[in-house]
């Protein structure tokens, strides 16, 4: 009798996280990320171009001025969420990577830090005389 043959593991679409590119902390984190090998592929997506990623969040209704996005398997995290998820999908590390880890690894922290990031970020952008996501002037 011979055994029933073996299947392949479904293959899961890349890990996409979707972030404002010309905001210096966003594309700095982004670029910092020590993601776990575990997760596969991992695309990053400026939500300021015309990726179909980036124009698919935007036509479902989620304001990437808010806070980036990240689609795990087409589940979408967005904001504090987002950040909160991507950090307990890094590896741990030291220094400035390390402390962000720790301060968005617990859930109710990150919900309560998120905000003073995102007013840093739209600070930061007001200051370079950079536009929203959408065009708009702040």
């Known amino acids: 009798m011979s055994e029933p043959a073996k299947s392949e593991p479904a293959k899961s679409e890349p890990v996409i996280i979707v972030y404002d590119g010309e905001c210096p902390f966003c594309s700095a984190y982004v670029k910092m990320l020590r993601l776990r090998r575990s997760l596969g592929a991992v695309e990053l997506v400026d939500a300021r171009s015309d990726h179909p990623v980036a124009r698919e969040m935007k036509a479902r209704g989620i304001d990437l001025d808010e806070g980036m996005a990240v689609r795990v398997d087409g589940v979408i995290h967005h904001g504090d969420a987002a950040i909160h998820w991507l950090s307990l999908m890094s590896t741990p590390s030291a220094g400035l990577n390390g402390a962000m880890a720790w301060l968005l690894k617990d859930r109710r922290r990150a919900r ?3 905000p003073v990031l995102r ?10 005389g950079r536009r929203r996501i959408d065009g708009k002037a702040w």
């Open 112 to 114: 309560v830090a998120y």
């Open 119 to 128: 007013a840093g970020r739209t600070l930061a952008l007001r200051l370079l």
